[in-house]
């Protein structure tokens, strides 16, 4: 049974240790500031000891594709070339660095975003099939604004070749590894969903040619920049809403991960996500303090097209929190049932806050309670172990040295006073007040005082040293 501190090899690429960090908005642009914020995000982790950092969602295009703002294009080699600093920076510390290549298709800004879209206005969303009739339907109340173009088969070849560009260059650079967004409702979950594909040429109808477009960027980056590790994100779209019929389930997710392992694909992360942009991602409390602060009002009402739009997604917003509870680690039996399939790597993330909780997820520790006769094991507790690697996204934000209290070792052998590390919890509330701020383009930080000043206490006790 692995522990946190063994070593994991992904395609070749050893990591040294078993914590990685989980792909987040950076928030870092394409301009002349963008490799000095990327490194001011992912170096600190990389400096606590945290083995593979996940550099959060690049697009592989030159317009359109952005999810939210301040994403980074990987298109331009001249501009990817500046980023050997950044993974320079990683391996100093020992660390590797893989790197999240994404296009949102459906899920651009310019559906949802009213300055972008109107900044934009000949931009058009790629689109699968054209969009379900659930979306159609929010179009004609006002709340998106749809201008799809379907995807013809060549484009559908070329969008493929675009990963894989963007992937060798990436490479030249020194990334270690390459980690597609298949889930979050970007364009390769929408290739894989029935809710989103209706296709009749050769990437519809069947799960087997839904899954072709993850097969063909396959190739495309075998092709293009060689073994370099490939992982990608597996959905199941169990927290879809009850009017969506066609989506993915379970067992779908289980049989992609093992049509990936027989394509060449060296790493996989199952995620229970939605069909549509909604709490099943970021699951926790409704981010009052974020929704009500008056700074970020303006901002608010620039991306939502103004103050009333604004307060209908903060309504809908309170009432996901209600319904998409943290009770993690909610994707454990999906990582689980993939596991028992596939022989490649299963990494685990969503919803995971303690180092005893990490190390029975890799060693299928039983759960014991205490009773007046003696110790007994929950008969309920599953001890096959459900990944070969953890990771997190949000507690990073909340203490970007975090692998300096979770992990034992000569880097990290100073933690807080009277906490050992298998006792360890992250400082993360999971309260969102960190990211609902990220659609006006602010950064990714924590801003909950209570967070804050804990955080503090412990720089000043030296758990981050």
């Not at 929190?321 to 994707?331: D, F, I, M, V």
Request: net charge negative; with cysteine; charged share 25%.
């Amino acid at each position: 049974m692995a522990t946190l501190e063994d070593p994991l090899e992904i395609g070749g690429c050893e990591v040294p240790n078993r914590l990685y960090r989980a792909p987040l908005l950076e928030c870092a642009g394409n301009g002349p500031d963008a490799v000095e914020t990327l490194i001011d995000d992912l170096e600190p982790a990389a400096a606590s000891g945290v083995s593979l950092i996940c550099q959060g969602a690049t697009i592989v295009r030159g317009e359109g594709g952005c999810a939210a703002p301040g994403m980074t294009r990987v298109d331009d080699p001249a501009f990817v070339s500046r980023l050997a600093e950044l993974t320079d920076r990683i391996h100093d510390h020992g660390s590797r660095i893989f790197v999240q290549l994404e296009h949102g298709g459906l899920r651009s800004m310019e559906t949802w975003h009213a300055e972008y879209r109107a900044e934009n206005p000949d931009l058009e969303q790629l689109a699968v099939s054209r969009p379900p009739w659930q979306l159609r339907a929010l179009d004609r109340a006002g709340f998106l604004h749809y201008d799809p173009r379907v995807l013809s088969t060549e484009e559908v070849y070329e969008l493929a070749a675009d990963f894989g560009r963007a992937a060798a260059y990436t490479a030249d650079a020194g990334y270690d590894g390459v980690h597609l967004s298949g889930a979050n409702m970007g364009i390769v979950q929408q290739f894989l969903s029935p809710f989103y594909n209706r296709r009749e040429d050769e990437f519809g109808g069947s799960p087997e040619n839904r899954l072709r477009f993850l097969q063909v960027v396959h190739d495309e980056i075998r092709e293009r920049a060689g073994d370099v590790p490939l992982m990608t994100k597996v959905p199941a779209e169990t927290p879809a809403p009850p009017v969506v019929r066609r989506k993915l389930s379970l067992e779908d997710g289980v049989e992609i991960a093992r049509r990936l392992e027989r394509i060449g694909y060296d790493a996989v992360v199952p995620v229970q996500t939605s069909v549509v942009w909604d709490m099943s991602i970021v699951r926790g409390e409704y981010p009052d303090r974020a929704w009500e602060n008056e700074a970020m009002q303006e901002g608010y009402a620039t991306a939502f097209g103004g103050r009333w739009r604004t307060r209908l997604v903060a309504a809908a917003n309170r009432v996901q929190s209600l319904q998409y509870t943290l009770e993690g680690p909610w994707n454990e039996e999906f990582c689980r049932r993939v596991r028992e399939q596939v022989s490649i790597p299963v990494l685990a993330e969503g919803g995971i806050r303690e180092r005893r909780e990490m190390d029975r997820l890799l060693g299928g520790e039983s759960t014991e309670t205490e009773t007046e006769t003696g110790t007994d094991t929950d008969p309920n507790t599953n001890d096959t172990p459900a990944c070969d690697m953890v990771g997190m996204a949000r507690p990073f934000y909340a203490e970007p040295r975090l692998g300096a209290r979770l992990l034992e070792g000569p880097r990290t052998r100073t933690r807080t006073r009277t906490q050992p590390a298998e006792e360890t919890r992250v400082l993360c509330e999971s309260c969102n007040n960190c990211t609902v701020p990220q659609v006006t383009g602010a950064p990714g930080i924590c801003r909950t005082p209570s967070v804050l000043r804990e955080r503090g206490e412990l720089e000043q006790a030296g758990a981050y040293d």
